[in-house]
């Protein structure tokens, strides 16, 4: 196939697909490279960016999707008739903010860094897919460990855990690394 028709076979089943497809996935459908998978994906993302499109195509980590321009989302829930869901509460944002900067963590350290139990909020952002089991740590009892998802990229239009934006820095100017240290700080 050349390139051109790749670009438009690797369109049709994004489409299809409604959800993100690793790069992997592309190399055995197309029997293609890695590479050549990357450079069909960044040379359909510039047709996106350079047309009238009210589509992107949306990197996260390892896959790509097809998405909606943030622009349109208000017409979009308007013609599915899309009602809001409840956002999310200041603790679950909080837990969310400890986990995404330190991951994989420990309920017991988000607990520790919060001052307050976090059962129910870690369950709902399970729920709502923002966050996940990620394993255990090798501790008597074995905690569980918890991470971000691909969602959670999805939700706040991040590629990667890299575009986070920066933490604030303590009071000698230096970054502050670790969130129990910045509430610390704060205080």
Excluded: H
């Excluded at 989302?73 to 400890?98: C, H, M, N, Q």
């Excluded at 607990?111 to 897919?129: A, H, N, P, Y």
């Amino acid at each position: 196939m050349t390139t051109k028709e790749l670009m438009k076979a690797f369109e049709a089943v994004l489409f299809a697909s409604g959800e993100p497809m690793s790069i992997d996935r592309f190399n055995q459908v197309f029997e293609i490279t890695p590479e050549k998978t990357v450079e069909i994906m960044d040379k359909l993302s510039k047709k996106y960016e350079e047309s009238d499109s009210g589509l992107k195509l949306v990197r996260m980590e390892n896959t790509y999707q097809i998405a909606t321009k943030n622009e349109y989302v208000s017409y979009i829930k308007k013609a599915f008739d899309i009602r809001r869901r409840t956002p999310l509460s200041s603790a679950a944002l909080e837990v969310l903010a400890v986990v995404a900067y330190n991951q994989p963590v420990t309920k017991s350290f988000i607990e520790q860094v919060r001052g307050v139990d976090c059962s129910g909020v870690v369950t709902t952002l399970i729920e709502k897919g923002l966050v996940e089991e990620r394993g255990r740590l090798e501790l008597p009892g074995k905690p569980l460990l918890y991470g971000t998802t691909k969602n959670f990229l999805r939700c706040f239009s991040l590629g990667d855990l890299s575009e986070l934006p920066p933490l604030p820095k303590d009071k000698n100017g230096e970054d502050v690394t670790d969130l129990g240290e910045q509430l610390t700080l704060d205080e």
